[in-house]
């Protein structure tokens, strides 16, 4: 395939060409809290619970996002001296989101308030009504058609909500609350029924809040446009000269002397999610409360042992992932996962869609998993873990795909179901899990998605003897970097290895020394250091490749340095 040579004005063009009118966005630009429906009600129903010292509860989410979301609230609350009861229900125990069993736990409760869940919560809220317990909800997933029985709802998605922006995470809207709650402290309207009638109730940073805020919208992959990109920038800087423990200690953790978007998309977002995917999202949530660096150093070294353990899982379960998906016999599988059951010889890489189980695969990970396959059919994949005669999992979808709408259409054959685009979650008996594949695949052809499997990311070609730090000057100009805003990717070919290392504890990543190779009378370009995370091929020293690669910044005692990050190695 060709591509146009990129130049410096051709890279600015189009990367000036993503952003519409409110692609710069600044924080004075926010949107008013009130524009969120049913905002101004929930504010004052929280504030009528404080001042006459109802017991409140909320439940959060066990992901980054609604991790993040309960740690906001609390540290509102903690700031009022305002008691506050916090659920993050367990993956494996609890499932998902404001259920009955954890409505009637809170049984002696007033008032229940829910962050990054509650909009599907239908069968939650009409025991909430049988228990007298009045709800908020905040959310902001996909709105469903009947509607939770609550005090007030507060998600950008409905249709009479005024919000100007769809896509915003359950972060977001948790910050806003606490904006909202805040001009009522200024009013002198919120005034807590505290034992010492001399406290002072003062108002609360809320950019200083964003140092959390933009962890959630990069960890939820949020578009980085419009008033996502404005928080995210301020989020950034504050993240930078932040005096919190947690955050401090991350700092120290993965030695940078600055935050970037792809320092939390790549290392803090996997952290604090291996907590909720290994064993409980608690974890997480007490990490980031840490009350001092002593507290958030030991708080720490936990999420690390959960994302260690992470990683090994995922790793063995991708690998056994994609043998199944392959086309492989059952002789040659069975002995390997030892559920001959579930091995055939289903061409499953001839599918639209990848579709497989195992036993007893971690649930807490088979997300991460299919995006892994995803990745590697360059197809959208769902991967389930099978636990009895019930099989559970998640699905990544890959291009133009809408996997929800995909999924929604065999919707009668899942136990649940849930999700969006991009990502789903849902589960089934295994007597379904036929049907449900091939159905799928139906689903898929009638969409008439566009097979041309070209990288959407990929700019266009690059010589190395273009890559300097005017290059980088450029590309920082349009960061942060993310969904809808993706860091740019260039191809360069003819590229010879001069060197090639396997580096990391599982000898895993690629580090190489490389030099794009001179056509006619050019000469032999400089000479550019990349590194290729997760990957152990045998590449030889001159060898001729090419690379698809983004090129990144280091800074190292205070020393900048180029190097190329590849995402992928096209060998000749």
Known sequence: MTYNQITLPKLEKILNTRFKEDGFLSLKNLPFPSTLKDMTKATNRIIEAINNGEKIALI?????????????????????????????????????????????????????LTVDNGISAKEASEVAKELSIELIITDHHIVPLNLPIAHSIVNQKQKDCNFPFDEICGAQIAWYLIASLNAKIESGTLVPPFKDTKTIVSKIDTKQLLELVSIAIIADVMPLLHINRAMVISGLKTLNQSSTPSILALKEHLKIEIFTSETIGFFIAPLLNSAGRMKDASYAFNFLLSKNIKDARENLLKLIDFNTNRKEVEANITKEAILKATNLGTSALAPAFGEAEAITSDKYNQDDIIVVYGKNWHEGV????????????????????KNGSKLKGSGRSYGECNLFDIVNQSKELLLGFGGHKMAVGLALNI???????????E???????????????????????????DLINIIEKYAPYGNSNTNPKFITHNVKVISCQKIGK????????????????????????????????????????????????????????????IDKIITN
Do not use: C, W
Request: neutral net charge; aromatic residues 10%.
């Open 60 to 112: 959060g989410d066990y992901d980054v996002d609604g991790v993040v979301s309960t740690t906001i609230i609390k540290i509102f609350f903690n700031h009022l001296g305002v008691e506050l009861k916090t659920i993050i229900p367990n993956r494996f125990k609890d499932g998902y989101g404001m259920t009955p069993k954890l409505i009637h736990q809170l049984s002696d409760y007033d008032l229940i």
């Open 366 to 385: 088979v997300g991460i998993v299919a995006s892994r396959v995803s990745n590697h059919f360059a197809k959208p994949s769902i991967i389930l873990s």
């Open 431 to 441: 007597n379904n899990f036929k049907d449900f594949k091939e159905s799928l695949q």
């Open 443 to 469: 689903n898929y052809k009638t969409k008439n998605y566009n097979q041309n499997l070209e990288d959407e990311e990929l700019l266009g070609e690059l010589n190395f003897n273009a890559i300097d730090f």
């Open 506 to 565: 599982d000898k895993n990543h690629l580090k190489l020394t490389l030099q794009q190779l001179g056509y006619g009378s050019l000469a032999p370009s400089k000479i550019m250091n990349a590194i290729k995370f997760r990957d152990d091929s045998d590449i030889k020293p001159n060898s001729i490749i090419d690379i698809k690669y983004r090129v990144n910044k280091n800074i190292f005692r205070g020393k900048e340095s180029l190097q190329l990050m």
